[in-house]
């Protein structure tokens, strides 16, 4: 299963960006899908993800970012509001599931979408 990423650029501080990551291959099913970011010279950080419906973020985008998904397209969203300096990273998305014909399970990584804000 390929995931490909888009939406990143350049915004001022308190700025919006919405992300979009669409997935392509086989049939699958999906036991969650993420995003993740990773700010240069740190490690790669979860920063929301939906399994089964339910939501979570980390404490630091709580309120101002919001995950969603459209299966229909099999696309993952991230709304991000009230941008700041530090949401400063490429995101990548996530995708945890199993092809339906070979039962195997994968775990799938978008190639990285770039988000700059500004001060």
Do not use: H
Request: proline content about 3%; charged content about 15%; aromatic content about 8%.
């Amino acid at each position: 299963v390929q995931l490909q990423a888009s939406g990143g650029g350049l915004v001022q501080t308190g700025g919006s960006l919405r992300l979009s990551c669409v997935a392509s291959g086989p049939i699958f099913n999906v036991n969650s899908r993420g995003w993740y970011r990773q700010a240069a010279g740190k490690q790669r950080e979860l920063v929301a993800s939906i399994s089964s419906g339910r939501t979570s973020y980390a404490d630091s985008v709580k309120g101002r970012f919001t995950i969603s998904r459209d299966n229909v397209k099999n696309t993952l969203y991230l709304q991000m509001n009230n941008l700041k300096p530090e949401d400063t990273a490429v995101y990548y998305c996530n995708l945890r599931g199993a092809v339906v014909s070979t039962l195997s399970p994968f775990t799938s990584w978008g190639q990285g979408t770039l988000v700059t804000v500004s001060s």
